[in-house]
């Protein structure tokens, strides 16, 4: 992950998400991902990037923009607390 210089144990594509962007007059894609680091892991910021924070779910709901990011959020929630997700999905 280059904006954050983490390396995920493991990762999970939550979702993909299309907005139109004025400027260019184009349609974009962005994907969603929910990523499992090391508790003790050290961010690296990218040079795109001033600062980070780690946030609870709600403080983070305080910051979003848009109304699908609260969706999105609960989505990844949901999939990372199944007991069998990563049996399920062989992501390492």
């Keep these: 992950?280059?904006?954050?210089?983490?390396?995920?144990?493991?990762?999970?594509?939550?979702?993909?998400?299309?907005?139109?962007?004025?400027?260019?007059?184009?349609?974009?894609?962005?994907?969603?991902?929910?990523?499992?680091?090391?508790?003790?892991?050290?961010?690296?910021?990218?040079?795109?990037?001033?600062?980070?924070a780690w946030l609870t779910p709600s403080q983070a709901r305080r910051r979003f923009a848009w109304p699908h990011e609260g969706r999105v959020l609960d989505d990844a929630r949901k999939l990372l607390a199944q007991p069998n997700l990563w049996d399920v999905l062989d992501c390492t």
Excluded: C, N, W
Excluded at 30 to 47: H, K, R, S
């Design 1 to 52: 992950f280059e904006e954050t210089g983490l390396k995920p144990e493991k990762l999970l594509s939550v979702t993909m998400h299309s907005f139109y962007l004025v400027p260019k007059a184009s349609v974009q894609l962005a994907a969603v991902f929910a990523a499992i680091v090391a508790p003790d892991a050290a961010i690296v910021l990218g040079e795109e990037h001033r600062r980070h």
